[in-house]
């Protein structure tokens, strides 16, 4: 299973590591065998810190059950009471003001984050930006003493399968560490982990804790953001993920910008191609994305692009598949043009594509709190931007669940990421309004109408 681990400045601040790409050797004789990581080591360790992320969650009531709690939760007996987590993880700083880059699942809904850093001095931190579609967060030290050691950013499209890396965090909780490895893999995707899938993979020794931590190259420079594992045993067994540097920097500058990210919308769903779909189409191999649906008046559709043409590279970087063209297309700023090769009836054409943001809608998201069987969800009036998000038509219309929080009582009635809610009760939902009224309710029973998967699914449960 693939298991998360639980691990304002100027734009000038964020540079990009300026070292040339040295020519790559292995090592040619038993001194060079010899030799150490730790001047890197040593450059690096200072500038990765500990996160300590404190949440308070409401603990369950005596009995567990909503019909007693329904009739004794105002009973001081057996009321819910606050019950206190913490999570530990790994940040790096990435500039000098103390600004620090993470995993988003290690200060998720925390209330009170805090880093430590090599030299063991403690501070409270604040949350600049939280980004959940990268699994990344932006941290702010806040009263900062110093100007802080950083880590330059390397360019991960730099990388190379077999390149050397170290991978430095607080594993376990048991102080700041360091493990070597090679790159296993570049552009892993379809691992379910993030939003854009597109990691580094490595063999460096990756644990619960080290999450948000750095992967460095050889130059000392940051590569990626040490995210999550492959394993059977909650230890690393030599496989670990890491979020690209370039993806990492885009977070980093919107956090430096005042915290707020707009991402390029393409306007297109796309899928994968299998050996029969790339041989129907007279492609050699099944690499690329196959387009299936264009949204009217989207970028896509202003750039000509039509169901049936299949993107092979984006600004001459070749695409695997629809999550590589998703990583790219995330990568670039709002604004900008770029060139996709595209295959369209047995040959290829280049074709410019305008880098817009999503449009703007008038529903907002919603989220769903209280004493409901739908608190922890959150809903939105779907969109198509919306719609592509959540890998819907963009024909779909209706009142879609955005996010379902683990352990809520909307992930106990069965709610997921996706759902579409067509009916509550017996009565249609066409707006946000109507289903944040309803969803307040407490009923004996709920009938719950929903789209999943294309299929429609109705179930009664208990209020």
Do not use: C
Request: avoid cysteine; charge should be negative; proline fraction near 5%.
């Amino acid at each position: 299973m693939f298991r998360p681990m639980i691990f304002a400045v100027a734009l000038a601040l964020l540079p990009l590591a300026a070292h040339g790409q040295a020519e790559r050797q292995v090592p040619q004789s038993t001194g060079q065998i010899q030799l150490s990581y730790a001047p890197v080591v040593a450059e690096v360790a200072p500038a990765v810190v500990n996160v300590y992320a404190t949440r308070v969650e409401q603990g369950r009531t005596l009995t567990g059950d909503p019909f007693f709690d329904r009739f004794f939760g105002t009973s001081p007996f057996f009321q819910q009471r606050p019950q206190t987590s913490q999570s530990l993880g790994s940040g790096v700083i990435v500039a000098e003001d103390g600004m620090i880059l993470t995993n988003n699942h290690v200060v998720a809904g925390a209330t009170d984050i805090r880093v430590v850093t090599n030299d063991g001095r403690e501070y409270p931190v604040r949350l600049v930006l939280a980004d959940s579609a990268s699994d990344l967060a932006v941290l702010a030290i806040e009263n900062a003493d110093r100007v802080f050691p950083t880590v330059a950013f390397a360019d991960s499209d730099q990388l190379a399968v077999g390149d050397l890396v170290l991978a430095i965090g607080n594993p376990f909780g048991v102080g700041q560490s360091v493990s070597s490895g090679i790159v296993s893999a570049l552009a892993r995707t379809g691992m379910g982990i993030t939003d854009y899938q597109f990691f580094i993979q490595t063999d460096a020794a990756i644990n619960p804790g080290n999450s948000g931590g750095a992967l460095v190259d050889m130059n000392g420079d940051l590569v990626g953001i040490n995210t999550a594992i492959f394993t059977r045993s909650g230890g690393s067994q030599g496989i670990g993920f890491a979020i690209p540097s370039n993806m990492a920097r885009v977070i980093a500058t919107a956090g430096a910008a005042g915290g707020e990210i707009v991402r390029p919308w393409f306007g297109a769903q796309m899928q994968m191609l299998d050996a029969d779909l790339a041989d129907s189409l007279g492609l050699d191999t099944p690499r690329g994305a196959l387009i299936t649906e264009v949204a009217p008046d989207g970028p896509a559709a202003r750039a000509g692009l039509d169901s049936g043409d299949v993107v092979t590279a984006i600004d001459g970087v070749a695409v695997q598949d629809p999550e590589a063209l998703n990583y790219r297309i995330a990568t670039k700023p709002v604004g900008e043009t770029a060139a996709l090769t595209v295959w369209r009836n047995g040959s290829e054409m280049t074709v410019d594509i305008g880098l817009a943001a999503p449009p703007s809608t008038s529903d907002r998201e919603v989220a769903i709190s209280g004493n409901t069987r739908f608190a922890g969800a959150t809903a939105a009036a779907l969109s198509p931007a919306l719609a592509q998000r959540l890998g819907l038509g963009f024909s779909t219309q209706g009142i879609a669940i955005v996010t379902v929080e683990p352990g809520s009582p909307a992930q106990r009635l069965g709610l997921q990421a996706g759902d579409i809610i067509l009916a509550l009760n017996g009565m249609e939902i066409r707006d946000i309004e109507t289903f944040q009224s309803l969803a307040a309710q407490r009923p004996r029973a709920w009938e719950i109408v929903i789209q999943r998967g294309g299929r429609m699914i109705r179930s009664i449960v208990g209020g």
